[in-house]
């Protein structure tokens, strides 16, 4: 599965008060019922952790600008992504590392 669904589905699950159900999310993102069951059994994994999801003393931060250039583009979006300014044309990005932690899988 790809991460268009799963960023979504991180987001329903933390965010909804009452929770949500695999139903819901499975009609919400398009998706088989028991994909949502694994998803949630997954983030719900990835959620427990006994520090609170803090990072420790040592992280390493690094930021990149994703886009596209406008000379790959077809002729009618390159007009339009011509007239944006450069903070418009790509995605900002930002990866956090902690140094000296413990995988788990």
Not at 24 to 32: P, V
Not at 65 to 83: D, L, P, Q, S, T
């Amino acid at each position: 599965m790809e991460l268009d669904k799963w960023f979504p589905a991180i987001w329903l699950l933390s965010n909804c008060k009452n929770g949500i159900s695999s139903y819901d999310l499975a009609r919400e993102l398009g998706i088989a019922q028991k994909s949502a069951r694994f998803m949630f059994h997954r983030i719900r994994f990835a959620m427990q952790s006994e520090g609170g999801g803090k990072l420790g003393d040592r992280v390493e931060v690094d930021e990149t600008f994703i886009g596209g250039k406008a000379r790959n583009m077809h002729a009618r979006n390159r007009r339009a992504f011509e007239a944006l300014t450069d903070g418009e044309r790509k995605t900002a990005v930002l990866g956090m590392l902690e140094r000296g932690s413990h995988v788990r899988t």
